[in-house]
């Protein structure tokens, strides 16, 4: 099974600035890398599919980049509605499996 | 609309089963691989099982296997999750998510989920 680890697991961030996420496979999985945004109460989102694809609606400021055991999330400017948790998860090989998350919380 | 909705949980004593249903509408069912992806109270995403779109090629988590039975019925738009043997440790919102390409399973369209509490 493939381990992904995430960091930071909290990131404090102000309203307006940009923000970095990491996820780390321990193995190669490729360009086979999603990210979803899931926020209180509602299910998982989404956002990033093949590393660095947005999935539909999912607007510019998201972007993503990576392949092979390391990849990003990258929020160039951010917005209210981005405060989330962050998951990231690989489906190169089965057991298909998700990052513990990193909260993205307003400084 | 296209949408999931996921029903049958519950609380449940240690050693007792459930059956969780996950109803599809608003988009052909059957193109479609499913997955059942839990999310223990506080923690993170832990996928359980998935079936392909025609039900012949099924996975579980090691942490099911042999207590869990994923199955689906095209006719009806359904998904289903049969569990048995339950566990403290199952505790946890299942939600039931869409295959989000014919060829890669991440996931593009998810349940709010149901809740399933294990304990005496």
């Known amino acids: 099974e493939i381990l992904m680890t995430q960091s930071p697991a909290t990131l404090s961030v102000s309203p307006g600035e940009r923000a970095t996420l990491s996820c780390r496979a321990s193995?190669?999985?490729?360009?086979?890398l999603a990210w979803y945004q899931q926020k209180p109460g509602q299910a998982p989102r989404l956002l990033i599919y093949?590393?660095?694809t947005r999935a539909t609606g999912i607007p510019a400021r998201f972007s993503a980049s990576g392949s092979g055991t390391e990849f990003t999330l990258t929020f160039s400017s951010l917005q209210s509605e981005d405060f989330a948790v962050y998951y990231c998860?690989?489906?190169?090989?089965?057991?298909?499996?998700f990052g513990q998350g990193t909260k993205l919380e307003i400084k | 609309e296209v949408q999931l909705v996921e029903s049958g949980g519950g609380v449940v004593r240690p050693g007792g089963s459930l059956r969780l249903s996950c109803a599809a509408s608003?988009?052909?069912?059957?193109?479609?691989?499913m997955t059942w992806v839990r999310q223990a109270p506080g923690k993170g995403l832990e996928l359980v099982a998935a079936?392909?779109?025609?039900?012949?090629?099924?996975g579980y988590a090691d942490s099911v296997k042999g207590r869990f039975t994923i199955s689906r019925d095209n006719a009806k738009k359904s998904l289903y999750l049969q569990m048995n043997s339950l566990r403290v440790e199952d505790t946890a919102l299942y939600h039931c998510?869409?295959?989000?390409?014919?060829?890669?399973?991440?996931?593009?369209?998810w349940g709010r989920g149901t809740l399933v509490s294990v304990s005496s």
């Open positions: 093949g590393a660095s």
């Open positions: 079936v392909n779109w025609q039900g012949g090629n099924i």
């Open positions: 998860q690989q489906y190169n090989s089965w057991m298909y499996t």
């Open positions: 998510a869409r295959q989000g390409s014919s060829w890669d399973w991440y996931f593009d369209l």
């Open positions: 193995q190669s999985v490729g360009r086979n």
């Open positions: 608003g988009f052909t069912f059957d193109d479609f691989g």
